[in-house]
């Protein structure tokens, strides 16, 4: 084999590492993604907003609820505008390097991505220093591992 394939293969095996490496894992109760709250209703209506079963779609191995055929038509079009940071897991959690559940209440939108909390008590720690605690858990995600 010459140096063109050596080269080719190393880079190959290198590039399924990295892209596995991605976490792709979504916090999901029975398959239902963030508790069955609509992703889209965060940046429309700026509250959480429960989504109901005749408005689903089946993305990143969850399956997602909206309030309505709207927001379902939207989500498609571009799940990772809408989808929560860090696949719903707690944002404070995750700069901990920890994944943990998040209430659907805890929430806020920074630079046009939602992210949630485990609670509103640890939205009120999160809000503290959010910025540092985003780059915290922007680092420690990609490696994270989560049992599912």
């Keep these: 084999m010459n140096l063109k394939k050596y080269v080719f293969v190393f880079l190959t095996l290198l590039y399924t590492n990295i892209v596995s490496a991605q976490n792709t894992a979504v916090f999901a109760t029975d ?7 609509d992703a889209v209703a965060y940046f429309t209506d700026n509250q959480a907003v ?3 079963e005749a408005f689903s779609y089946q993305w990143n191995n969850a399956r997602w ?6 927001h379902l038509l939207q989500f498609i079009a571009n799940p990772e505008k ?5 696949g719903g897991y ?19 939108i ?18 503290k220093d959010q910025q540092e605690r985003i780059q915290k858990a922007n680092a420690f995600w990609p490696g994270l591992k989560i049992n599912q």
């Design 31 to 37: 398959g239902v993604a963030i508790r069955g709250y």
């Design 90 to 108: 707690c944002a404070y959690g995750l700069s901990e390097n920890h994944a943990s559940p998040t209430s659907p209440e805890a929430f806020t």
């Design 82 to 86: 809408y989808a929560p940071q860090y």
């Design 65 to 70: 609820l909206f309030k309505n055929n709207d």
């Design 110 to 127: 920074v630079d046009d991505k939602l992210y949630l909390n485990y609670s509103l008590k640890v939205k009120q720690l999160w809000l």
């Design 50 to 52: 429960k989504g109901v």
